[in-house]
C-alpha cells in the first residue's frame, strides 16, 4: 500500500522434495520444513491456494514426490515482542465473522515495532477481538495483510480468521485489490494524468528514507498512476492508484517528479516549496502545515473479493477533518488572489 512494502508482511519459501523423497503428506512435509510454524497454519495457506507444487495450488493432503518444486506464501512471522491489548478508539467501517475494515487516523502506527510498543493500531485490534483466537495467537502482526504510513490516513482490512488472512493476503500478494488515494503535492502538475515509475529502495545516505533509482539497478520496481482532481494554484489534488505497494511509494514517486506530498518531513514537504515570498503567504503555509500531522494522503479507497462471499466488495472513507480544513483554506486563498 502506499506505505510499507506489502512484501514484508509475508514470508516466501522454496523447497525443492530430495530425488530419496518417500512420498509424504504436504502439511507434514513443510511442518518439517519450516521451524515455528503449526500445521494448522500450513493447513490454512494451503486451502487458501497459497501453496503451490510444480506451480499448481495443492490441499494439504496432497503426496509430495521426489523432485517437487513445493513454494508458499505465509502471512504474518512469529511475534518477536509482547503485544499488550489496549482500548484505543478505532473507526470500523465494517466488519462481520471474517473481516474487519477501519479507516485508521494519521498519527496511528499500524502495528508494534522499533520505538513503537504501544498506541499502535494492533493494540487497539487486540483489545477489540480479545476474544478471538487470531489475536490471542502469539503473531507479531495478527491478521494484517497491508499496511499503511504513521501520518497517512485511510483505509485497512484487517482479516480476523486464518483461512479469511490467506485468502486476502493472497490478494495483496498478487496485487488484484483495488485502492486509490489522495494526496496534496507541491507545484502544477504538467499534465492531467500519468504514470511514474522508478524502482524504489533504501536510500543508501539515510536508511529511514526511500529513494528512486530510475535505472532500476536497484531497489523493487514501482508504478503509481495519478490523475489531477483539483489546481490550487501552488498545490495540486491528486489521486493515486497503484499498481505495486513499496514503502512510501507514493511520497518518494511524487519527490521524484518534484512535487513532493505537502507537509512531508522526511521528503522535503514540509518547506513553502511554490508560491510568493510575502509574509502573509508565508504565514498562511505555516497555518495549513498546522491542520496536518504529517504528508497529506489519504487511502480513500479499498475494494477486494470477500474471502466468504467471493464477492468484490469495496469501501469509501471520506477525507480527515484536517485535511478537509486544508483544501477549504487553500480554495479561499486562490480565489481571494483571483479577486484581487
Known amino acids: 500500500m502506499e506505505s510499507a512494502d506489502n512484501s514484508e508482511l509475508f514470508e516466501h519459501f522454496r523447497f525443492t522434495a530430495d530425488p530419496g523423497q518417500a512420498p509424504l503428506r504436504l502439511d507434514k512435509f ?67 465473522e471474517d473481516i474487519i475494515v477501519v479507516n485508521k487516523q494519521a498519527g496511528m502506527v499500524v502495528h508494534p515495532g522499533f520505538g513503537n510498543h504501544t498506541g499502535t493500531l494492533v493494540n487497539g485490534l487486540m483489545y477489540h477481538l480479545k476474544d478471538n483466537p487470531l489475536f490471542q495467537s502469539g503473531e507479531e502482526r495478527p491478521g494484517l495483510v497491508h499496511r499503511i504510513d504513521k501520518n497517512t490516513s485511510g483505509l485497512l482490512v484487517v482479516a480476523k480468521n486464518e483461512l479469511a488472512l490467506n485468502k486476502l493476503a493472497s490478494q495483496f500478494f498478487r496485487k488484484t485489490t483495488r485502492r486509490t488515494y489522495v494526496a496534496l503535492v507541491w507545484g502544477d502538475m504538467e499534465q492531467e494524468e500519468g504514470t511514474i515509475t522508478g524502482h524504489i529502495g533504501r536510500n543508501p545516505r539515510d536508511r529511514k528514507q526511500m529513494r528512486v533509482f530510475p535505472e532500476g539497478d536497484q531497489g523493487k520496481e514501482a508504478v503509481t498512476h495519478y490523475r489531477v482532481l483539483e489546481r490550487l494554484g501552488y498545490v ?46 508565508k504565514q498562511f503555509v505555516q497555518n495549513c502545515f498546522q491542520l496536518l500531522p504529517g504528508q497529506a494522503l489519504h487511502a480513500r479507497t479499498l475494494g477486494f473479493i470477500h474471502p466468504s462471499s467471493r464477492v468484490q466488495v469495496d469501501f469509501e472513507a471520506p477525507l480527515p477533518e484536517g485535511f478537509s480544513q486544508l483544501l477549504l483554506k487553500w480554495r479561499s486563498y486562490i480565489q481571494g488572489r483571483r479577486d484581487e
Open 30 to 96: 513443510l511442518f518439517n520444513k519450516l521451524e515455528s510454524t503449526s500445521r494448522s497454519r500450513i493447513q490454512s495457506a494451503a486451502n487458501a491456494g497459497n501453496i503451490l507444487a510444480n506451480g499448481v495450488p495443492v490441499k494439504p493432503s496432497y503426496r509430495v514426490k521426489p523432485g517437487d518444486l513445493v513454494s508458499v506464501v505465509l502471512p504474518h512471522p512469529p511475534r518477536k515482542l509482547e503485544l499488550l491489548p489496549e482500548n484505543l478508539p478505532l473507526d470500523i467501517v465494517h466488519e462481520d
Open 236 to 281: 495540486n489534488l491528486v489521486e493515486c492508484n497503484l499498481e505495486t505497494g513499496r514503502t512510501h511509494q507514493i511520497r518518494v514517486h511524487f519527490q521524484y517528479l518534484s512535487h513532493p506530498l505537502f507537509n512531508d518531513p522526511e521528503y522535503g514537504g514540509d518547506r513553502i516549496l511554490r508560491g510568493t515570498t510575502f509574509t502573509k503567504y
